[in-house]
């Protein structure tokens, strides 16, 4: 599948990533070249194939419901950009 | 024209677990901000999430509660979109395996039973709350909520009234708290409703564009949120337009929705399976656990009550409304020697009266069950009366003392002593012989004279079904 | 004393020869007056390392411990260490200081060793060459033209030229064996769950696996065995226990079977390459061990596969680097879109948002099923052409990349090409097996590598065969010219 410099520009806003706009051409290019190489699963036929989501066929271990965390929040916050009363702030949110 | 409407709802149970579904923080309301969001729910670098035990033996609980099919394998997935109270970029939900599927709800309307369909539930993790008062023009995050599990209950597109809506909420609530696996605090979001309406013609087979209503946190908002939504789709097509599929919010301050800005942008969540969390296996053991701590439901709690009992079908049905009701009241019936009707009148009544009053829950009643079936015992042997009772059911709400206590304390004992009411009678009768004697010229209404003159005396202690036999014979010369 | 084994510096600790201070500040001389060129080391726990070291050497002085107490090793910067920074080779935690340690690394700490630092990496570890990293490429000690490999490349640099006895590495399509191939050492990477990936910086959840680097096949096996291990905060953690990964190296490997995948051995493979592996199996073979060719017929689809999976694992992975609880973020947002989109856009490089890029675009509407999908069955099909294989052999042998170290700027340019110089390892983290590099000789003076596959938690096995191999040559022990030299 060749990507074009509108799919780009969709997939850039589903992730939000800035991308430059003179930048979107070679992006367009690139990730052209890397569907072509995915594509080449499409030589087998996998009809009837389980889908594999980890390489261990396990399943999920349960955690006992206990509490195990207590306040850490001036140690979590060290690394924050922007806070006040202990809030996260970002540029206003509107619903 | 006549128009049909359809309406299924998503509901949100936050489940009682003590801490997070993915992380070991505790999920209790209330908290300072962020405080309670430990490295996993502020999804830092390398964290993981571990599964919650608690919360996947609620949601079994729950689907066999509905007579569900449960998944021996359910699978979690990420669900993928920005948000700032979403920290990981993507809320590990529930997508195409389900733990939860296929199940059933009855409710009934007008005396009608109906079968609401329950599509599935799954188990997901709670977002954060945006604070939007003015932090120098900015938004704050408070991540305390984010992890917190959900129970995520969709039901068919099976009501077609605002009426069947709240019932199957009503319904779903009053079930979630008796599997102890909800609070059901709807004021602090323990139990939350996505409403989806549409409207078509009468006799049309397919459906009509639906809008999503979300944030309603009340009974009462659901049902105007749902009246409004309806009108204003049938305005909007009347006059020749066409609903758009779309997320509203209710606002209850002007009783109107709105479109949510935020929510416009389509969405492509891009789901896929959550590498760090594996499938989630329900053995036949744990089936069997589940099926054997499942408590007594409503609806059979319901039926025993009327047969057991011998209660009306209004008073079980308010009586079983809530488990922790229900629960005192057979409490309270053991221990008042079995007084089932006197029971039910009393925590009906004075009881809930007390506690609306003070806005208590019922678990947390000053009155235990124990101490009012003492208060209602006494009635019933006549200790005191129904009257002398609510005197003491006031000392008690404000004391740790038992009926008996207070009413030997406060002497209000009920006279019932025959001898001692006959020589009061005497005298009252000859110290007011006019009213004897119109008595007895047919004024029989002026016996009301004499009890309420005995009672007067008596600080209201003479027992009055003895005091109206005697005074009747009496007076009759 | 650089290219001494852990066996022969825990005994000189022991003894006194050496305390660990000093063997502590030995190398950390080492990385002052070698690594200015190389950039393998991208932060200094200097200070906290010579504190450990005094701890370590009160723990050897009252005979506790093991072969670990006090030695040096550095780790590669995906792991989050408790007040030091972990920036995963990117500018956007560039200023992030980990609150916690990961698993793999406190069970280190928990025997003493020393961390002299964090080794540079490809950002978030997407990239075969190093380049990617925000701190700049590392040099190949054995040609400084020539790229590491990645993206652990600068652990692998940093144990070839002797900054450090022992590195950790992460490996999620060949990071650990490619750039241990390119640069002449050990490195193994053991079954995926094997080793906890808590406090790991996560590129494609699935798929990635810590491991170690080190000189020798022995050295290798005495760190993977402290940093395995079940661990309660990793779901996909293997609650089994530890084998003994020493017990066995000194096995004999006579009549053990190595099998050899025809779809390996192409005449597309480089001849000098070919022949370099095919002596090392002559070795082997000389050991007493079976030969066997073997075919893996999906194998050929194991980098399209991976390029579905991993990049629509990281697309998600990423997305908490949104600039709102740590991290960068990007100067006076005027709104939130500008926010995410700007601190994303700045603070990660190229190469992620490619893939960044190619995981939405694989998950998005539509699409799915052709590729996402398709990939987890393809994955299967890979696994079970392994499953089927070691039902007849028990190990398999390859060359572990293409070529050797290529030039810096060579491929930078061309993803695709990039991409496939991991074609040989790539298969073994789709399948979650166990897979090693281990040093077979020269060509044009750049080392090559071969690669060994094992079974399902068969490290001990591998390590053996590896071990074995190496009482038999002694590859694994030359050291890049010019940094020979004692410090």
Redesign the interface.
């Known amino acids: 599948m060749s990507i074009q410099s509108e799919d780009v520009l969709k997939i850039a806003h589903l992730a939000r990533l800035g991308i430059e706009e003179g930048q979107v051409e070679s992006y367009a290019s690139d990730l052209s070249n890397i569907m072509k190489l995915v594509e080449q699963m499409n030589e087998v036929d996998t009809s009837g194939i389980e889908p594999m989501a980890h390489p261990l066929d396990q399943s999920q271990r349960l955690r006992a419901d206990v509490v195990s965390e207590t306040n850490q929040r001036e140690e979590l916050q060290k690394n924050a950009p922007e806070i006040e009363d202990g809030l996260f702030l970002v540029p206003r949110v509107i619903d | 024209m006549q128009w049909e409407t359809v309406i299924g709802l998503e509901i949100h149970a936050q489940l009682a677990t003590k801490s997070k579904i993915f992380s070991g923080a505790s999920t209790a309301y209330g908290a300072d901000a962020n405080t309670q969001a430990c490295a996993v729910d502020l999804a830092l670098p390398g964290t993981l999430p571990v599964l919650n035990e608690q919360a996947v033996r609620f949601a079994v609980k729950f689907g066999l509660a509905i007579g569900a099919h449960i998944a021996p394998y359910s699978v979690f997935a990420r669900k993928n979109y920005f948000y700032p109270d979403l920290p990981k970029g993507y809320q590990t939900s529930q997508f195409d395996k389900p733990i939860v599927g296929l199940g059933e709800l009855d409710i009934v309307v007008d005396g009608k039973v109906k079968t609401i369909g329950v599509t599935r539930a799954h188990l997901e993790e709670d977002a954060g709350k945006s604070l939007h008062e003015d932090y120098q023009g900015m938004t704050g995050v408070d991540l305390n909520r984010a992890g917190t599990p959900l129970l995520e209950i969709v039901s068919e597109p099976d009501m077609r009234s605002a009426a069947e809506a709240i019932a199957y909420v009503k319904k779903l609530h009053t079930l979630v708290q008796y599997l102890g696996i909800c609070d059901g605090n709807m004021q602090e979001g323990s139990f939350r409703c996505d409403v989806n309406v549409s409207v078509r013609p009468m006799g049309q087979e397919e459906f009509g564009t639906r809008a999503e209503i979300k944030n309603l946190n009340s009974f009462r908002f659901i049902e105007k949120a749902v009246a409004h939504e309806v009108e204003r789709q049938i305005d909007v097509i009347e006059s020749g337009g066409s609903v758009a599929q779309e997320t509203r919010l209710y606002d209850a301050n002007k009783d109107e929705t709105r479109s949510m800005r935020s929510k416009e942008e389509a969405n492509d969540y891009r789901y896929f399976p959550c590498p760090d969390l594996l499938p989630v296996e329900i053995t036949a053991e744990l089936l069997d656990e589940m099926q054997r701590e499942l408590p007594e439901l409503p609806e059979a709690k319901n039926q025993r009550f009327q047969t057991q009992y011998k209660l009306n079908g209004y008073d079980a049905d308010v009586l079983t409304t809530q488990r922790a009701m229900a629960d005192y009241y057979e409490a309270a019936v053991k221990s008042s020697g079995g007084e089932t009707k006197l029971v039910a009148n009393w925590v009906m009544g004075e009881l809930s009266a007390g506690l609306n009053k003070e806005n208590l829950a019922i678990e947390a009643a000053p009155v235990s069950a124990e101490r009012l079936g003492g208060l209602v015992k006494r009635i019933a042997d006549q200790t005191i009366s129904g009257k002398i009772a609510k005197q003491v059911l006031e000392l008690m709400w404000s004391s740790d003392d038992n009926a008996d206590t207070v009413i030997e304390r406060e002497g209000l004992k009920q006279i019932s002593d025959t001898g001692a009411l006959e020589k009061m009678i005497d005298e009252l009768m000859a110290q007011n012989m006019l009213q004897v004697k119109q008595y007895r010229a047919g004024k029989t209404k002026m016996i009301g004279f004499f009890v309420g003159q005995l009672m007067k005396q008596t600080q209201g202690k003479a027992n009055p079904q003895e005091l109206n036999k005697l005074l009747q014979e009496k007076l009759k010369g | 004393m650089y290219n001494k084994s852990l066996k022969e510096l825990s005994t000189s600790l022991r003894n006194k020869d050496f305390s660990s201070v000093e063997l502590s500040q030995y190398f950390l001389n080492r990385i002052k007056r070698f690594d200015g060129e190389l950039n393998s080391v991208i932060t200094s726990n200097e200070k906290a390392a010579l504190v450990a070291a005094v701890e370590a050497d009160k723990r050897l002085q009252s005979g506790d411990g093991n072969l670990l107490t006090g030695i040096p090793l550095l780790h590669k910067d995906i792991?989050?260490t408790a007040g030091l920074r972990?920036s995963?080779g990117s500018k956007m935690?560039d200023?992030?200081?980990?609150?916690?340690t990961?698993t793999a690394v406190s069970k280190l700490e928990q025997v003493g060793v020393v961390m002299l630092g964090k080794t540079n990496m490809d950002e978030f570890a997407m990239g075969s060459s190093n380049e990617t990293s925000f701190y700049g490429g590392v040099k190949n000690p054995w040609d400084l033209n020539t790229v590491p490999g990645g993206s652990s490349g600068g652990s692998a640099a940093a144990v070839a030229a002797r900054l450090a006895p022992i590195a950790s590495g992460t490996d999620t399509g060949g990071s650990i064996r490619q750039p241990a191939a390119f640069c002449g050492v050990t490195g193994i990477k053991p079954t995926?769950?094997r080793v906890s990936?808590?406090?790991?910086?996560?590129f494609?959840?699935?798929?990635d696996q810590a491991g170690t680097f080190a000189k020798s096949a022995e050295d290798a096996a005495i760190m993977l065995q402290a940093m395995s291990g079940f661990d309660?905060?990793?779901?996909?953690s293997?609650?089994r226990p530890v084998d003994d990964l020493l017990a066995n190296l000194g096995d004999s490997i006579k009549g053990l079977t190595v099998g050899l995948p025809k779809e390996f051995f192409t005449d597309d493979l480089d001849a000098g390459i070919r022949e370099k592996v095919e002596e090392a199996i002559d070795t082997i073979k000389s050991a007493g061990a079976n030969i066997k060719e073997i075919s893996l017929p999906?194998i050929?689809?194991s980098?399209?596969?991976y390029?579905?999976v991993a990049p629509?694992?990281c697309?998600?992975n990423?997305?908490?680097?949104?600039?709102?609880?740590?991290?960068y973020?990007c100067d006076s947002?005027?709104?939130?879109?500008?926010?995410?989109?700007?601190s994303?856009?700045?603070g990660?490089g190229d190469e992620v948002?490619?893939r960044?890029?190619?995981?939405?675009?694989?998950?998005?509407?539509g699409y799915?099923d052709a590729?996402?999908?398709?990939?987890?069955?393809?994955?299967?099909?890979i696994?079970n052409d392994f499953v089927e294989a070691f039902k007849e052999v028990d190990i398999i042998a390859s060359a572990t990349a293409p070529s050797v170290a290529f030039s810096a700027g060579e491929k930078k340019d061309d993803?695709?090409s990039m991409?496939l110089s991991d074609i040989f390892t790539i298969g073994v983290n789709?399948?979650?097996?166990p897979g090693m590099s281990v040093p077979c000789g020269f060509v044009d003076n750049k080392p090559v590598g071969m690669q060994l596959i094992g079974n399902?938690f068969a490290e001990s096995r591998l390590l053996n065969v590896a071990h074995q191999y190496q009482q038999l040559t002694d590859w694994h022990l030359a050291v890049p010219t010019g940094f020979g030299e004692e410090a």
């Open positions: 792991f989050c972990a995963c935690l200023n992030f200081i980990a609150p916690y990961a995926y769950g990936r808590y406090g790991m910086i996560a494609a959840s699935s798929l309660e905060k990793d779901s996909t293997v609650d999906n050929n689809l980098v399209p596969a390029y579905v629509a694992e697309s998600a990423l997305s908490r680097f949104d600039g709102v609880r740590y991290g973020r947002p005027k709104d939130l879109e500008d926010l995410y989109k700007r994303r856009g700045e990660f948002k490619r960044i890029m190619i995981g939405a675009y694989v998950l998005s509407a799915y590729y996402y999908k398709k990939a987890q069955q393809v994955r299967r099909l696994k993803p695709v991409y789709l399948a979650g097996l399902y």
